[in-house]
């Protein structure tokens, strides 16, 4: 599984942005595709999940702001970030995980707010 991310950039606070992250290859296997976020000098921490049947999990500090969605015909996963806040600034990777347990990373894009 192949996995590439797009739509990070330079936002103001209180702005909107959208990741979105496409997937390749043995896509059939995915179970589960999420976004995960790493500030500098942080340990990368988990933002949103979904599975492909849709179901949902997020941490609680964008909930409300963030919607995480799937295109399971286009098999890409996207997440629309609202109100935007300096705090979440970071480098985003999306995560595919598969049926058989395998976790697969894509390169990260990086988002930035600035106050």
């Known amino acids: 599984v192949q996995l590439q991310a797009s739509g990070g950039g330079l936002v103001q606070a209180g702005g909107s942005l959208r990741l979105s992250c496409a997937a390749s290859?043995?896509?059939?296997?995915?179970?589960?595709m999420g976004w995960y976020r790493q500030a500098p000098g942080k340990q990368r921490d988990l933002v949103a999940t979904?599975?492909?049947?849709?179901?949902?999990n997020y941490t609680d500090s964008v909930k409300g702001r963030f919607t995480i969605s799937i295109d399971n015909a286009k098999n890409t996963v996207y997440l629309q970030m609202n109100s935007l806040k300096p705090e979440d600034t970071a480098v985003y990777y999306c995560?595919?995980?598969?049926?058989?347990?395998?976790?697969?990373w894509g390169k990260g894009t990086l988002v930035t707010v600035s106050s």
């Open positions: 290859g043995s896509t059939f296997r995915i179970k589960d």
């Open positions: 995560n595919a995980v598969t049926m058989w347990g395998g976790s697969y």
């Open positions: 979904i599975t492909t049947s849709g179901s949902t």
